[in-house]
């Protein structure tokens, strides 16, 4: 079936740091892929998403590139701040199915 | 109000009692999820409802029981529940399924005594 893969956390960096969280998935169609952010005390809220091969989703800094060759989704931010301090979720959901397929979650800490 | 909002926000509870969790949706949408999101755990799909008609039950206990009276609400009736219970119960709605993007509400962390 349909999974999602991505680095364990924590991961610890300092202010104006650069990220990466590397997320890669296993789909036999053509999903929408995902990241979701869930900060302290919160539910998830979309951070951002892409629908199709080569897209890149975009919001708050975070830049992640729908790479179908490598099956990767990986998650940037070239200058974190403490904000940034959250669990990180890759998500796959294909149109074939009624659910999202997330990933374990990354928790990020950003020192500052 | 906007978006998903779920009551109560914390709930301690012991195995006897019977307590049910609410969440409201204020977007429009079709569709409607529970989930468990336990400490070093994945996310954990409970139920899933489309246009007020359960679609996936994933193996959840029977203690748990859900409610969909209608696309804007859905309950979690809880009864006899375990401490390995205690997790944070969240809700999520899109407006249609396979493929949307789902909103959380903030959660109800849950305790079970």
């Known amino acids: 079936g349909d999974s999602v893969t991505q680095m364990e956390g924590p991961v610890t960096l300092s202010e104006e740091a650069f990220l990466t969280i590397n997320c890669t998935y296993t789909a036999t169609g053509y999903p929408s892929l995902f990241w979701y952010v869930q900060y302290p005390g919160e539910g998830l809220q979309l951070l951002l998403k892409?629908?199709?091969?080569?897209d890149k989703g975009s919001n708050k800094g975070f830049e992640a590139t729908y790479r179908k060759e490598t099956t990767s989704f990986h998650l940037e931010k070239g200058s974190v701040q403490v904000s940034d301090s959250a669990v990180y979720f890759c998500a796959l959901s294909d149109y074939r199915d009624d659910k999202i397929i997330f990933g374990k979650g990354t928790r990020l800490h950003i020192l500052p | 109000e906007t978006g998903v909002t779920q009551t109560p926000r914390h709930l301690v509870m012991g195995m006897t009692n019977k307590k049910s969790l609410k969440c409201e949706q204020h977007l429009g949408h079709n569709a409607m999820y529970w989930y468990k999101q336990s400490a070093k755990k994945p996310l954990e799909l409970m139920f899933v409802?489309?246009?007020?008609?359960?679609?996936e039950n994933n193996s959840v206990p029977s203690r748990f029981s859900p409610e969909c009276p209608n696309s804007s609400h859905l309950f979690l009736h809880l009864h006899t529940l375990q401490p390995e219970d205690s997790a944070l119960y969240l809700c999520a709605s899109s407006q249609e399924l396979a493929g949307e993007t789902q909103y959380f509400g903030p959660g109800t962390r849950l305790l079970v005594l």
């Open positions: 409802y489309n246009f007020k008609e359960q679609t």
């Open positions: 892409a629908t199709k091969a080569d």
